[in-house]
Each structure stands twice: as C-alpha cells, then as structure tokens.
C-alpha cells in the first residue's frame, strides 16, 4: 500500500548541524495490517512515520502510496490526501484545551463542508464506540491520559481513514489502558484498516496483533520481520494437512 524506496531525510541540509534522520530505507507497507516501527531513542522512528503518513517529504528517494508517487507532489495536494487517507494519533495526543471532547473529535472533519448535524452525529457515534459517551462535553483537560487518548482516536477516524497512524500511542498509558489499546486495534484491523505505530512497548510490539515489526538502527532498517501469528500457523497447518489427506496412496518399492 504504501512503498518506500531509498529514503532518506535530514534536517538542516547544507548547515553545520545537518542531520541524517534516515539513511536510505526501502519497505513496503501492506493493507490491512498492523505494522509497528520499533528501535532505540533517536533511530529514526517518528521521521520516518512522518514520511508515510505524508506530513513530510523525503530528501531523497520515493514515496508510493497506493502506486502513485506522492514524494514530489506540491503541498495542496498533499493535504488533501493526508486528509482523505490517513488519521493520525500523535503520542502528546494534540488535543486542544479549552474545547470538549466532542469539539476535538469534530475539528479534522470541518474542512470536508458535512452538514453539522451530521458531522455532530459521526463524532458522537466515534466517542461512544470508544466508551466515551458519556465524557463528550467534558473539556479534554478535565479528562485522565486513557481518555484522552481515546478522544485523539475517535478524532483520527472522524474522517474514517483507510491509514491510522500512530506516535508511541502507549507511552503515556498504563498497562491496563495499554490492555486496552491494544484491543481498540483490534477492532481497527476487524474494520479493514491499516494501522502504522512507533513503540518502545514490548506489550504492544510483540502483541499478536501486530503482523510486521520493522526494526530501526541510526536511520536505517535493521529487519523487516514477519511475525507468525497463530491464525497464520492454523493455516498453514490445515492446508498440509489436506495436501497430505489428498496424496494417492504410495505404492510399495519392491526390495532389492
Ligand atoms: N526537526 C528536526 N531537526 C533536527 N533534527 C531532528 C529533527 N527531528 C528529528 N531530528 C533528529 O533525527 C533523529 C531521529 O529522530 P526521531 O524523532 O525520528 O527519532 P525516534 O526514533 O522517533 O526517537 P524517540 O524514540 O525518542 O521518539 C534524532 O537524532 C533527532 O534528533
Ligand atoms: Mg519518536
């Protein structure tokens, strides 16, 4: 769905501080899976969500996403498909003081001209699918750090992206709401979504719900690891098992 050929990124190209963030990365990102970016402080991670998720563009190399280069495309354009593709979960969640959670969850979808009523309607639909029903008049501020993450997500799908991308989404959580993440992507996955998050969390990146962990190292890719999830391994072993079933008995090899 999304494919990455020789990127690289640095900031502050030709200064004295210039910096390579990444260093020539090439990956493939499939549709309807959760991939989850993994690797030390400073390797790379959240630059190279940001490239994906197109809120930056490479210094060099290319981005595809869904086959069409995305790398070159002037800034107006690449609004428009951040806004028709991807919903982002950002790790401060970015939500804005002194509005309610409903209001939040609402502000991605403005731009696309819904009537209010309706646009109130999916926001409401998205809090409550989220638990948080009966919260959505609250000011975020007043919320605890589960439930403002859950607003950060019910914003990210306002717009019901194809693409959720998410930033250490964990990392301000405790192991219950982590739990609890874990099962909203689920729920994500269930809906046919591709998600693509950053975590240092072993709960979320050795989760079974994470199909590809993609390993990070001083900008560049250390593996692209395919993990073996136990539907996977039922298949698999099903499908020998009629192979097996289906093979013509053998006939005996007459002794030497
Ligand atoms: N805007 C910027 N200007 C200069 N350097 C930057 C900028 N953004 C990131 N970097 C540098 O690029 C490198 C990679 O940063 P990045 O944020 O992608 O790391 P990360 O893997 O997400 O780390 P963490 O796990 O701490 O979030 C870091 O050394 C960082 O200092
Ligand atoms: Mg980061």
């Not at 609250?138 to 306002?158: C, D, F, H, K, T």
Request: glycine share 6%; hydrophobic share 45%.
């Amino acid at each position: 769905m999304i494919e990455l050929t020789d990127i690289h990124k640095a900031f502050n190209e030709g200064q004295p501080n210039e910096y390579w963030a990444l260093r020539g990365i090439d990956l493939n990102i499939a549709a309807g899976q959760v991939t989850a970016l993994s690797g030390p402080s400073g390797s790379g991670k959240t630059t190279l969500l940001t490239l994906l998720g197109c809120l930056s563009r490479p210094t060099r190399g290319r981005v595809r996403l869904k086959a069409q280069d995305v790398s070159g495309l002037p800034e107006r354009f690449l609004t428009d498909i951040r806004r028709q593709t991807f919903g982002f979960v950002f790790q401060q969640f970015n939500l804005i003081r002194g509005l309610s959670a409903l209001d939040n969850v609402m502000l991605p979808a403005y731009p696309l001209g819904l009537p209010h009523r309706e646009l109130r309607d999916k926001a409401e639909a998205q809090l409550a699918a989220l638990d948080l029903g009966h919260r959505r008049d609250a000011r975020v501020e007043w919320l605890s750090g589960g439930e403002q993450q859950r607003v950060a997500i019910a914003r990210a799908l306002i717009n019901s992206p194809e693409v959720v991308i998410a930033d250490e989404p964990t990392a301000n959580l405790d192991t219950a709401l982590s739990k609890q993440f874990m099962t909203i992507l689920e729920r994500l996955l269930d809906e046919g979504r591709t998600v693509l998050l950053t975590s240092h969390d072993p709960l979320v990146v050795e989760s079974a719900v994470v199909a590809t962990v993609v390993r990070l190292r001083d900008g560049k890719l250390v593996e692209a690891q395919m993990l073996f999830q136990p539907a996977i391994i039922a298949l698999l072993l099903a499908s020998l098992l009629s192979a097996w079933r289906c093979l013509p008995p053998q006939p005996l090899s007459p002794r030497n």
